[in-house]
Structures are given as structure tokens and as C-alpha cells.
């Protein structure tokens, strides 16, 4: 199943910053098939009637009903669906997996449980097990039978997670591996029965095994969290543990590309979870307030509040474009191939693009939830309301999975590489703007035509900006490049605007394409208004990062340019929200 | 065993309901839609009465286009088939004329048992079903909470007023409408929603019989029950009197003592 249309092309990673798309090449929600939204419905039916009402006993880690609440979604196909038939799984799509994850996100605490059983446990022997491996593990992980969880993480390698210490030996009759360490906050660690877990041979081959409980495998106490408190998380104690040489997954030495690709993977469906916890919050929050009174009437009557709400679905909206989007890439770069390395190297492709996703998604996803405490008031701080958990619970997504920080440097980072390794011509559209720059004017006087014309223009120049910092960054550090932190999040922050941006304008302009101007208007003011405000931050950080790099003349036409990219007249974006609340509040849910 | 399903698409529980310009029905337009709740628990008894015995459950179902979410559904959940009867008007007929239609979409199917729930969600008027046993020539019983039909026989639990239940032995086939909440409906499985795609759904526009040809009741005007306010002095200045006529009110009008 696959509702990526035929003509869909395969688009090179990266290459949005510096070229054109047309609505008809991105996937969105609305392309969906009658299969996915009955799996989305599925999925949303299981969570909300099984899992939301046993969230308590969950909290008091009771791991029984975990391993249940896993077994019962096992049997719906909800983590085999991404698993080929010949493992005991569905085979189904990438967007499949996806939609599954994002109405799983309408827990944390089980999607916690869920995304390192299907997720980041499962996945390394999909694409990395050997053989036997595979027939071993994927049946009874996508049945529930046995609990997977995935450790990489110690005390001192977070972010630095090539710098493990646990080690792994060959036996001297070479048919296993001996593994020592620990590890730290493991999910599923407390009653996990397999798990995927790096370490290093002869103390500096960092090399992934795949391990079974067993005598020398202990768990530390669960730990006390912020939140996600419904899941369990320990360290892991290895000692002298034994694992056969048919669990080494890859070779030995590669446990790196192992790590990382997973993690791409993670990221994309990480995305995907924040917006259906997003979505549920911003429903619950018009609920909240077209039931609360004050000063006589029901507070989503007021503008503070109408703002709020209408900030909250422009976030909802326009990550869900940026998640299927990009889902949408990997699904017509992978669908001709059934080889998992095939798969991989096509994911791998986009890992910038899985990179932002993660980034925005997470931190759209917390600020959806601090709102959603702001409009509950004092009952948002109360724990008998659902606003406190979700802001508890929200907060882990922008640490885990690699850190927003991590991230937003992986995201300049890995263009950059492309751009060296000449899979993305990135240096020669910077120095062509670089050229356009140094012109005196090349602005055209021309009115923009056409649905969203104006924003376009001001997506298409945000990526100019983008180019325009990473260029004068290229230049200035070179080699050293990497050691510019602020300046890599400063552009990977214009780099997911523009991101963003595009995403939602094409989204919009596909859904006016296809259903029309009455049904496409609502969410053009979205658009409108998300177009208007991005290229706000958008010029303060290309402002910060341009007045770090250059002085004198240069950083005067770097500005003069940068104003030019960034001209717009502000449109009333208070008038706007107000229609988009309204929408909301009218029909009494999320609507969009 | 054959069962034949009769599900009907209704508005959303959730959805704002709002009246039509012309005050006859519901706003339709945004409105989103999902199975009539009864209706869910009778595919569900006709699921496990196959599971049990064996045969062949069809679901029918009638309507615009969008009933087709519903027919989906209900394939995905482990119908084997499906019929569709399809014509944008199917949505708003009365009873009488929506069992007409139905008998002569599902008669060639020479089935065992039709099974319903024992009323719709949106029109409520609960009939349509016993007006199609009639048509069909098949026995009926209503607000049915347990089916035994390994028997010859068929034997059925219904539910009466005041906790009271009363078993019922009937001959096949028969039709029977289903109570809601008897049991716990499955969930489509991923491969269900998937093999669904294959299985067929026969579409069949009614004949003869248009929709207002059968029809012996049409809604006038719908409205939104009126709040008013009306204060009524009892006992004529006689407490005792009034307590006496203040008691047989709420007897007889309130229905609350």
C-alpha cells in the first residue's frame, strides 16, 4: 500500500534549501489513503478505550499491564506493521508506521513503551540482524511476546555516544561474545527480554550485539522522572554476559551506522508522536475553554486566549505538513526496494529533513503544552487535570533521540557534508547568491500572482538566507566549521523555518488544488500567518549569525540583502488567529 | 450459517449539531459521520455466531458515497461481503419506505438470520427493522442481548423493562434486532483493514420503489426543544390543598414521584 502517487519523484536529501517544489511533489495528510485512516482510526480506538484510561497503573510501574497493553496492540499488526511478512509483521508502508505513531503519541508514557519496542528495538535487527537473527527476534517482537528495548546511552557518552565503554570479547572458541558495562536511562529496561545494546571490541571497535536477559543482565531501580512516568526506565548493569556470534548485528567496528541510522528513523517517528500529542492537547484546550467561565462568558470568547489557540493550531498544522512531507520522501525513495540496506541508504538520505522534524516538532509540541497549561490556569497546575502531565511529559522529546541541540547541529552539518560529497550542490547555489548579493537589484517590481504567491516568494527567500549564512560560514571557518555551535543553530533554526514554511504552503496550496477555495481558506490563514512570523525570526537570526561572522562593508551588504529577502509588509495576523480560533471553537475540537 | 448485517452511517456522537436552513434535519455540511452504535453490536454478534458455527456474514448498508466508511469498517472487522445500496436520498427516508428497499436488496440472499441494532442513533424510530421481518416474511424479536443458534431453533434473550429478560425460542430464519453494549466490539486489525480492500462490495440502486413512493411519514420540522418558564400557583392560598396538588403534578406531569 502506498498513496504516494506513482509520479511522485525521488528528491535528493537537502535539496528543498536549494530548489523549487510544486504541491504535486510533496505528501500530505490529505493524500492519505482509505487504509490509513483506518489505521489511524484503529490505533486512536485501541489508545484511547485500553491504554489512556490505564495510564495510573502505569505510573505505579506496574509492567505486567505493560507487557499486556504491548501484546494487545501486537495483535492489531501496530508494531509489525513496518516488519516484512516473511518476519511476522504487515509489510505496510513507512506512512503507515507513522500515522501508528502519531496516534500513539496521544500517550507519552506508552509511546515511550511502544517506540523502543517497534521503534529503536526492533528496527537494528530489521535492518542490521543476520538471518537467523531475524527469524529469532521480529516474530515475537512484532507479537508482544518479547519486550525490546535499545541501549546506546552510558553515564559519561550521552550526545558523545561513540565514547561507550562497554566492551564485548570474542570467547576463545570464537562462537560468542562477552559483553561488560553499563548503561543509562534504558526504556523498557525494567522488563525488557532482548535488547540492543553497543559496545566496544578489543576496546575500540564500537560494534551493536544483539542480548538476552539473562544471569549477569541486571536492571537498576526505575528511575524518578519529570515525566513519561508510565514507562519504565533503568540503567542496564552487563556483567560478563553472553551473547552468540549470529547476534553481532552488521560487522564488527560499524556499530556507528547502526546507532545513527536508527536514530533517523526515531526522529521522523518522534515527529510524527509530538503532533498527535499536540493535536490531543489543543483539543482538550477548546474544550477547556469554551467550558470555562469568566467574567460571565466562556473564556475562548476572549482574544488572549482566541491567540493562544490559534498560535497552538498554526504549530499543529504546519508540523503535521513537515512530518508527512518528509515521511513522504523516504516512501518513494524506498518503495521499489524490499533490501533493508536499500531501505536504510534512501532513510539516510533525508537525515536532515529527520533532523528538523525533530527539532521543530518536539519544541512545537512544548509549547502546544505550555499553553495548554497557561489556558487551564490554576487547574493547568494541578495534577487532576491533564494539562500538568502532558507538560511533564512533553519536555523528554526535546532531549531524547538526540538532543535539540545535537540536532539542530546535524542539520547545517549533514547539508554540508552532502554539499563535500557532491550529492547536494549546495556551494554552487551559495556562491551564485553570493553573485545575486553583490548585484545592485533583483528584486522584480511584478505583483505576486496565485494561491499563497506572496509567502512562496518569502519561503523560497528564507532559503536564500539560509544559504546566504552557511555560505559566508563555509567561507569564514572552513574546516572548523563545526566548531561554530551558535552559528549551526542559528542556521539550522532559518534552515527549519524555511523548512516549515514550504511545507505548509504546499500543503495549503495542494489542498486548494484539489478541494477547493472554500475548504482551502482556513487553511491559508494558517499558512499566512506562520509565513508572516517566520520570516521575522528568521531575519533576527540571520542578523546574529550574519554580525558574528562579518564587519565593515561586508556585513553592510550582507544586511542590505538580507532586508531585501526578508521584505514584507505584516499582514494582520490578529484578525487572522482570530478566525482560526473561531473555527476551533465553533465546532468545539481541533479541526484542522 | 448466512447473516446479513444491516448497518446505517449516522452523524458523529461528538459533532455540533446545528438545523438545517429548511429546518428539516441536521446541517450536514462538516458534519462527520461514524456507524449507528447499535449497529456495531450487531456485526459483532454476527461475527462471533460465524466464528461459532461457520457461514458467511454480509454486511448491507444504504446511502451516498460516504456510507461506504462504514461498509469498509465493517469488512475490515471480519465481514465477508458487502452491498451497498446506493442513492443520495437513502439517508433521510422513513422507516417503512427504508425496509422496502432494503427487503429487495437482501431477499436473493436467502439468508439465515438478519440482524440489526434496535434502532438507529439519528431518527430513533426503531421500527425499521420489524417492518423488514414483515417484508421478508421472518419472524422478529427486539432489543436482543444473546443469541444462542446452535439449536435448531433459535433461541434468543430479550431484554424487558425493570431488570427483567425473557428468553425466546423462534424458528429461522428470523430477524432480530440488537441491544448495544452486549459485548466488546473487536478492533480492525492492520491486516483486516488491509485484506478488506479485496473483498467485494456489491452496489445496488434501488429499482422501482423511490425513496418518497414508500414513504408514509416525512419530518415537518425539526427544532431544538424550547426552554420556558412557566409558575404555577397551587392551593389557592391552602397549604394543604396545594401540597395535595403538588403531589399529584409531580405523579402525573413530572413523572418524578
Redesign the interface.
Known amino acids: ?1 502506498s498513496a504516494v502517487a506513482e509520479e511522485q519523484k525521488i528528491v535528493t536529501g537537502g535539496s528543498f534549501l536549494i530548489e523549487e517544489s510544486t504541491p504535486k511533489d510533496v505528501f500530505t495528510p490529505e493524500d492519505f489513503t ?2 490509513h ?3 489511524a ?2 490505533t486512536r ?2 489508545i484511547d478505550a485500553e491504554v489512556r484510561p490505564r495510564i495510573p497503573e502505569l505510573e505505579k510501574h506496574d509492567w505486567n499491564l505493560a507487557r499486556e497493553l504491548v501484546r494487545k496492540g501486537a ?4 508494531i509489525g ?1 513496518n516488519v516484512p511478512e516473511e518476519y511476522g509483521g ?1 509489510g ?1 508502508d513507512q506512512t ?1 508506521s507513522a500515522i501508528i505513531a502519531e496516534m500513539i503519541g496521544r500517550t507519552a508514557s506508552f509511546a515511550t513503551t511502544f517506540g523502543a519496542q517497534g521503534g529503536i528495538g526492533l528496527l537494528p535487527i530489521l535492518y542490521f540482524g543476520t538471518e537467523e537473527a531475524k527469524k529469532k527476534y521480529l516474530p515475537k517482537i512484532s507479537s508482544g511476546e518479547m519486550i525490546a528495548a535499545y541501549a546506546l546511552t552510558e553515564a559519561g557518552s550521552g550526545s558523545d555516544a561513540l565514547a561507550a565503554k562497554a566492551t564485548a570479547r570474542l570467547s576463545a572458541d570464537g562462537t560468542h561474545y562477552i559483553l561488560n558495562g553499563e548503561k543509562m536511562w534504558i526504556t523498557n529496561g525494567g522488563f525488557a527480554d532482548v535488547f540492543v545494546v553497543f559496545a566496544k571490541v578489543d576496546g575500540d571497535k564500537f560494534s551493536g550485539f544483539i542480548v538476552e536477559r539473562q544471569e549477569g543482565l541486571t536492571n537498576g531501580a526505575e528511575e524518578h522522572k519529570m515525566g513519561i512516568k508510565g514507562s519504565s526506565t533503568t540503567a542496564l548493569v552487563l556483567s560478563d554476559v553472553k551473547t552468540p556470534v549470529e547476534n553481532l548485528l552488521g560487522e564488527v567496528g560499524k556499530g556507528a551506522k547502526i546507532a545513527f541510522n536508527i536514530l533517523n528513523i526515531g526522529r521522523f517517528k518522534l515527529g510524527a508522536m509530538c503532533n498527535g500529542g499536540m493535536k490531543l492537547a489543543l483539543h482538550d484546550s477548546v474544550r477547556y475553554a469554551n467550558e470555562r467561565h469568566q467574567f460571565g462568558k466562556p473564556i475562548s470568547s476572549f482574544g488572549a486566549i482566541k491567540a493562544k489557540l490559534a498560535e497552538m493550531a498554526i504549530k499543529t498544522w504546519v508540523g503535521e505538513a513537515m512530518v508527512y512531507r518528509t515521511i513522504g520522501m523516504i516512501e518513494t525513495a524506498t518503495r521499489d526496494t524490499s533490501d533493508p540496506q536499500a531501505k536504510l541508504r534512501a532513510i539516510e538520505e533525508y537525515a536532515a529533513e529527520c533532523s528538523i522534524v525533530k527539532v521543530a516538532l518536539s519544541e512545537y509540541c512544548n509549547f502546544v503544552v505550555d499553553e495548554m497549561v497557561q489556558i487551564y490556569g490554576g487547574y493547568g497546575y494541578s495534577a487532576d487535570y491533564p494539562a500538568e502531565k502532558a507538560y511533564r511529559d512533553a519536555r523528554i522529546n526535546r532531549i531524547f533521540e538526540g538532543t535539540s541541540e545535537i540536532n539542530r547541529m546535524l542539520v547545517p552539518g549533514m547539508l554540508m557534508k552532502r554539499a563535500m560529497s557532491g550529492k547536494l550542490a549546495l556551494l554552487p547555489a551559495a556562491q551564485k547568491l553570493m553573485d545575486e548579493v553583490l548585484s545592485p537589484s533583483m528584486l522584480s517590481l511584478d505583483e505576486d500572482e496565485g494561491v499563497l504567491a506572496n509567502e512562496m516568494r518569502l519561503a523560497q527567500n528564507a532559503k536564500k538566507v539560509a544559504l546566504m549564512v552557511l555560505g559566508t560560514a563555509a567561507q569564514k571557518y572552513m574546516m572548523e566549521l563545526s566548531d561554530q555551535q551558535e552559528i549551526l543553530m542559528g542556521a539550522a533554526d532559518i534552515i527549519t523555518d524555511a523548512y516549515a514554511m514550504e511545507s505548509a504552503i504546499l500543503r495549503a496550496q495542494k489542498l486548494h488544488a484539489t478541494k477547493g477555495e472554500q475548504a482551502a481558506t482556513r487553511y491559508l490563514d494558517i499558512v499566512q500567518v506562520f509565513s508572516n512570523d517566520a520570516v521575522e525570526r528568521i531575519e533576527a537570526n540571520a542578523k546574529n549569525t550574519l554580525a558574528a561572522m562579518s564587519e565593515g562593508d561586508e556585513l553592510r551588504t550582507q544586511l542590505a540583502a538580507l532586508r531585501r529577502f526578508t521584505k514584507n509588509t505584516p499582514m494582520n495576523t490578529v484578525a487572522a488567529r482570530q478566525r482560526i480560533a473561531d473555527v476551533m471553537i ?4 481541533y479541526t484542522y | 450459517m448466512k447473516i446479513i448485517v444491516l448497518m446505517k452511517q449516522v452523524a458523529n456522537k461528538d459533532a455540533i449539531l446545528r438545523i438545517n436552513k429548511a429546518a428539516t434535519w441536521i446541517e450536514e455540511a462538516d458534519l462527520t459521520y461514524e456507524v449507528n452504535e447499535s449497529d456495531g453490536y450487531a456485526l459483532e454478534e454476527a461475527l462471533r455466531l460465524k466464528e461459532k458455527l461457520g457461514g458467511e456474514v454480509i454486511v448491507c448498508s444504504m446511502g451516498p458515497t460516504r456510507v461506504k466508511s462504514v461498509i469498509k469498517d465493517a469488512l475490515a472487522r471480519g465481514a465477508d461481503r458487502a452491498i451497498h445500496v446506493v442513492g443520495d436520498e437513502l439517508a433521510h427516508i422513513g422507516p417503512f419506505a427504508a425496509a422496502t428497499i432494503l427487503a429487495e436488496a437482501i431477499k436473493g440472499e436467502q439468508s439465515d438470520l438478519v440482524l440489526t441494532g434496535l434502532q438507529s442513533d439519528d431518527y430513533g424510530f426503531a421500527q425499521t427493522g420489524v417492518i423488514l421481518a414483515e417484508l421478508l416474511g421472518m419472524p422478529h424479536a427486539t432489543i436482543v442481548i444473546e443469541v444462542d443458534a446452535s439449536g435448531e431453533q433459535l433461541r434468543v434473550k430479550r431484554e424487558l423493562e425493570n431488570g427483567w429478560y425473557q428468553w425466546y425460542t423462534m424458528p429461522r430464519p428470523a430477524l432480530l434486532t440488537i441491544q448495544s453494549g452486549i459485548s466488546q466490539i473487536r478492533y480492525a486489525t492492520l491486516k483486516g483493514i488491509m485484506a478488506a480492500k479485496k473483498k467485494e462490495i456489491r452496489e445496488v440502486t434501488p429499482a422501482s420503489a423511490a425513496p418518497n413512493g414508500g414513504s408514509h411519514q416525512r419530518v415537518t420540522k425539526i427544532y431544538f426543544p424550547e426552554k420556558t418558564k412557566q409558575t404555577q400557583f397551587l392551593g389557592n392560598g391552602d397549604a394543604k390543598a396545594g401540597a395535595v396538588q403538588l403531589a399529584e403534578k409531580l405523579r402525573s406531569e413530572a413523572r418524578i414521584i
Open positions: 500500500m482509505e487504509e485512516h483506518m489505521i482510526d484503529t480506538q485501541f495483535e492489531l499488526g501496530l506493521a504487515l505496510l503507515s465553533k465546532s468545539n475540537k
